[in-house]
């Protein structure tokens, strides 16, 4: 495995990420913008699951409004987070607070298929007015809650890694 992680390192884009002054805090300012896109859309859909915000507004019309400008943020935040990465993978990969974040993005990704293929199947019956049913209350709190950890992960990454960019090999 670490031979793989040397390699990504030592690969132009590992080089470059890690070498160039630029290049690591331009690309983590994407990150974050793409990640705070991401986070604030699915909180805006969680707070209307849990019928905290935006009670009469339907479910199914708030999530078309919103889901593709959140996949494109996930999709920049992927990108960015994987040109990070590449910075020293190594460093990232031994990290527990990096390891804990993948996994929840995951849980994450679990949690919403569940919410679409179970609990959305019968939204016309509660798509508007108030909190959805137990279940969809139940996803979007444990969907705002594995975001707020993910973003803390993130955090705690920033102070547990030697991220020291610019510096040459």
């Given amino acids: 495995m670490y031979e793989t992680l040397d390699a990504i390192a030592a690969s132009p884009i590992g080089d470059y990420m890690a070498a160039n002054a630029f290049a690591f805090p331009a690309v983590e300012t994407v990150h974050v913008v793409a990640i705070?896109?991401?986070?604030?859309?699915?909180?805006?859909?969680?707070?209307?699951?849990?019928?905290?915000?935006?009670a009469s507004y339907p479910i199914s019309?708030?999530?078309?409004?919103?889901?593709?400008?959140?996949?494109?943020?996930?999709?920049?935040?992927?990108?960015?987070?994987a040109l990070l990465f590449t910075s020293q993978p190594a460093?990232?990969?031994?990290?527990?607070?990096?390891?804990?974040?993948m996994a929840l993005i995951l849980l994450a990704g679990l949690n919403m298929l569940a919410f679409h293929f179970l609990t959305l199947r019968n939204i016309e019956?509660?798509?508007?007015?108030?909190?959805?049913?137990?279940?969809?209350?139940?996803?979007?709190?444990?969907?705002?809650?594995?975001?707020?950890?993910?973003?803390?992960?993130?955090?705690?990454?920033?102070?547990?890694?030697?991220?020291?960019?610019c510096q040459p090999r």
Avoid: E, H, M, Q
Avoid at 36 to 54: E, H, K, P, Q, Y
Avoid at 63 to 80: C, D, H, M, N
């Fill in 36 to 54: 705070t896109t991401v986070i604030g859309f699915i909180a805006i859909v969680d707070l209307r699951l849990l019928g905290l915000a935006s």
């Fill in 61 to 81: 019309r708030l999530s078309r409004a919103l889901l593709p400008t959140t996949w494109i943020a996930f999709a920049l935040a992927v990108v960015s987070g």
């Fill in 91 to 101: 460093t990232y990969f031994d990290n527990t607070a990096f390891r804990i974040k």
């Fill in 125 to 165: 019956a509660w798509d508007t007015g108030g909190p959805g049913p137990a279940a969809a209350r139940l996803a979007g709190l444990l969907s705002l809650l594995i975001w707020v950890v993910v973003v803390a992960c993130g955090r705690w990454i920033g102070f547990t890694t030697s991220t020291a960019f």
